[in-house]
């Protein structure tokens, strides 16, 4: 029996970022093998239970808390987890109990103990299979509630805003500091046709996963292209984009609601850097386009 408990890995491996249904598939397959393994047994139903417990215990969002608290909070952890408490109490009692009534009928020690020994392992199976269905349920509601956010409409992104207020929007800078991150490039306004003076700025570029280097990047990568092809290339729908705009990308919401293909829906749900890079690529496509 002590195969089981050399092959069975845990299934979160520390360096690595999985997949939650990846991670919950591993676990499955691990318990599943571990009591397919069993064999009659007090020795084998030990093992089991070791495996099991591992299992349960093997959690990715147990261990990113755990990261984050001192030793002695973890310790604290520890001594909870270990620790006897009134239910575990209760089922020794009723084991002891139930274990001297089969005793007093007449049935002999060794079959008493591969009762116990089977009604331990189904039962941290059991521990395993609850704990697997809660956390995929866990993980559709999770993946419902953002797929909601998602299609939940934005804040109108071509607000104009002075440089007072975009400075406000981006933490309090002062009208002066937004001007010169416009000259350096990190920030661009536009002048509405007809006038010469009062230039204003779009609110998207006070919003989180724009502002600051996404933004400086994008229009870094858009070179000499002036605040209105900016403007323009922020705010409209792009085939190299799967038909979204580079406000939806970076900010993987959509201004307004609308169907996606699997592929472009894929890609409003990436992570914020593979996100980025997507618009980066769109902007210097954009930019050699203007330039030709």
Known sequence: MSDVLHSTALPFPEDAQVDTRTWL?????????AV??????????????????????TDPLMEEASSRVSHSAKSAVARHLHAGSLIEDAIKKTNAAHAEALSQAGVPLVVLELLQSW??????ARVVQRQIQ???AMEEMQEDVA????????????????AVELGQALGGLSDETVRQRERAGELFSVLRAGRKRGREY???QAWPDIAGKPLAQVLSALGQASGTAAYG?????????GGLTPIETLTGKLTNPRDL???????LSADAVERLTAVMGGAQAYAAALAA
Not at 36 to 57: C, D, I, Q, T
Not at 233 to 241: A, H, I, K, N, Y
Not at 261 to 267: G, H, R, S, T
């Open 147 to 162: 797929r909601r956010e998602r299609q939940t409409p934005l804040a109108d992104p071509a607000q104009p805003l002075s």
């Open 119 to 124: 009604v331990e392992v189904t039962v941290d």
């Open 25 to 33: 598939i591993q676990v499955e397959r691990a318990a599943a093998d």
């Open 36 to 57: 397919s393994k069993f064999k009659p047994g007090r020795l084998s139903s030990a093992a089991v239970h070791r495996v099991l417990e591992r299992l349960v215990l």
């Open 233 to 241: 290339f922020f705010t409209s729908p792009t085939d190299l984009l």
């Open 134 to 136: 809660l956390r995929s």
């Open 261 to 267: 293909e699997p592929d472009v829906q894929e890609l």
């Open 202 to 204: 779009p609110a998207f």
